[in-house]
């Protein structure tokens, strides 16, 4: 017990001061707890020997991750994306898997092994594609979903192989019965903890919420009890967790859940990320460097390359594409489960093994920074993109159309604003770039534009320098500021609405130039397309709200004296004057 507990204390240790350093350094933080499982692994001091220990410290933390995720996600969000996720994910496994089959037999691998080489490049993972993309908060964006939804249905093909694999010596039809005795049992369990979530526990939310120590405990037990009733009956506990996660979703108390348990959280997902470098031993990669080699390209390139293709020919814009393709260049912690699982049954040598185990940590510290800085690679990448874009365009709007009234994104209350604009009786479009929701505005016959936002050609096309009302339902702060930053220049008299999900990010765009900014928790779409029924398309209308607003936003959350300390620290008096004239506003 002693030296378990001393050996965790001393990887703690290491892995604080290796963090710290990354810090410094100004490098994610992920890469610096893989460093750290190097060092205490046996490749290095091979102090990580209470390997069992570990090994459950991380797996309670990809459950927990998955808890939370799926407290913050709306049932219906696969089903937004469903059908591009599946296409997507079934598209991208078979094209990898037969071309990592393919390379493995070149480098004299056996037919087995080439096989699960490939089929192990082919997977995403979806503990660093949840981390890093709720990390930038962009869990909620068009590319996030889809890369979200894509790694599910690559995680649900993943856990037929094990499936699959664990029964591979009793023959096919073993195999086929344990997989479907076990998608019976995963449908029983799921209804189960659905019928409880939303027919059980609502009655019960007085009692539960009442007590925020109560809460906390409920949380832990109802997600990892959820987890662990998945795994007995064979069947990934990740999945388990998730599910939990989003069955609780819908009540009231599922974001106080998510901000408690998030440091916990952490705390187990740093051990996953040393225990997974832990594991690496360098001795057995001999001979295999040009194997490994071409692996890691499939894997960070050309499994990009393919997922940008299939979304190209779905229609998606190449912004979209490219972010959501990204997100999966790497290889899946359910990939070393396959392999380790395919070694216990003879089927792969240990040498194939550690080349994959070796595969999967400089993949996941590639993709890290590829996702991490995926704005600024887009940039360097966009003019060479072109390819993987079709463009969709309404057959009834003419390139010099111009309209009055201009509606970015459709589906967080745009409908509310179309009723308006209906109402107004003035010419109006609708700009997405969602395929799906494309489809929706050509069934309702609602005018519209597929394109990006950010593309000033599409603005000039539009007219948005001679529109009267441009409304934004877009949540991206990075995306409204370029509309602003367009309009400012081009059409500063309009009346400018935006959409923001957090109030400093609403101070911002206030500053920017917006005439007025939608926080969903103060007023919503309907309220504000009331408004302008009532008071018109005048700018000077919303001075009274517009003043309310920036009270409110100070009073609450300090969010107008947060700017002015940033912009002393980074921009210096000149712009900080700036700012306090804008504050001045509400005196």
Same mark, same amino acid.
């Given at each position: ?73 709306? #049932? ?71 890369? *979200? ?37 995963a449908g029983i369990i799921g209804g189960i903890i659905y019928l409880i979530s939303y027919h059980v526990l609502p009655r019960f939310k007085k009692l539960i919420a009442g007590n925020q120590e109560f809460l ?85 390139? *050309? ?131 969602? #395929? ?66 957090? #109030? ?84």
């Open positions: 017990m002693d030296s378990v507990f001393s050996g965790l204390s001393l990887i703690i240790v290491i892995g604080a001061a290796i963090a710290l350093l990354m810090r410094l350094i100004g490098q994610p933080l992920i890469i610096g707890h893989i460093i750290t499982g190097i060092i205490v692994g046996p490749a290095v001091l091979h102090v990580a020997k209470a390997a069992d220990t570990l090994t459950l410290f991380s797996e309670i933390g990809i459950a927990l991750l998955l808890f939370i995720i799926g407290l913050g996600l709306n #049932p219906r969000v696969i089903k937004e994306v469903g059908r591009t996720a599946t296409f997507v994910a079934s598209s991208q496994v078979a094209a990898i898997t037969i071309l990592g089959w393919f390379v493995g037999k070149s480098f004299g691998l056996t037919s087995n092994e080439s096989l699960f080489l490939g089929a192990s490049l082919a997977f995403s993972s979806t503990i660093i594609i949840l981390k890093l993309i709720s990390d930038k908060k962009e869990q909620g964006r068009l590319y996030g979903k889809i890369a *979200i939804s894509v790694s599910l249905v690559q995680d649900i093909i993943a856990i037929a192989l094990v499936v699959l694999t664990s029964s591979a010596g009793a023959g096919n039809g073993l195999a086929l019965g344990s997989l479907f005795g076990l998608i019976f049992k906390f405990l409920f949380a832990i037990a109802w997600g990892l009890g959820s987890a662990a009733l998945f795994s007995k009956i064979g069947l990934s506990s990740e999945i388990g967790a998730l599910l939990a996660g989003i069955c609780l979703a819908p009540l009231a108390y599922a974001q106080e859940v998510a901000s408690r348990l998030k440091p916990l959280r952490d705390f187990f997902l740093v051990v996953f990320f040393i225990a997974l470098g832990s594991n690496l031993q360098f001795g057995s990669l001999g001979g295999m460097a040009g194997l490994i080699t071409i692996s890691i390209v499939i894997a960070v390139i *050309i499994k990009p390359v393919v997922a940008m293709a299939v979304m190209g020919v779905l229609g998606y814009t190449k912004r979209t594409s490219f972010k959501a393709a990204v997100a999966l260049a790497q290889v899946s912690e359910f990939s070393i489960v396959l392999i380790l699982l395919a070694q216990s049954k003879g089927l792969i040598s240990s040498q194939v093994v550690s080349a994959i185990i070796f595969m999967t940590l400089i993949s996941i510290a590639a993709s890290t920074y590829m996702i991490t800085f995926n704005d600024k690679l887009f940039g360097v990448f966009e003019k060479y993109l072109d390819l993987f874009e079709r463009k969709k365009v309404a057959p009834d709007i003419l390139p010099d159309a111009r309209y009055e009234l201009v509606l970015f994104g459709y589906q967080r209350g745009g409908h509310e604003f179309i009723n308006l604009f209906k109402k107004l009786k003035k010419k109006y479009v609708v700009i997405d770039y969602d #395929p799906d929701v494309i489809d929706i505005l050509e069934h309702r016959k609602i005018n519209y534009l597929y394109g990006d936002a950010t593309d000033s050609e599409l603005l000039e096309e539009v007219g948005v320098e001679r529109a009267r009302l441009i409304v934004s339902t877009i949540p991206d702060f990075e995306v409204n500021s370029q509309i602003l930053n367009f309009i400012e220049h081009k059409n500063p008299r309009a009346v400018v609405i935006m959409h923001a999900d957090d #109030p400093t990010e609403a101070a911002k765009l206030y500053q920017a130039g917006a005439t007025y900014v939608i926080l969903p928790h103060y007023i919503g779409s309907e309220q504000v397309s009331a408004f302008i029924s009532k008071s018109g398309l005048a700018k000077s209308a919303f001075t009274k709200q517009r003043k309310r607003h920036l009270d409110y936003l100070e009073k609450h959350y300090g969010a107008l004296e947060k700017l002015e300390q940033a912009h002393r620290k980074k921009l210096g008096h000149a712009i900080v004057a700036g700012m306090t004239a804008l504050a001045k506003t509400k005196s």
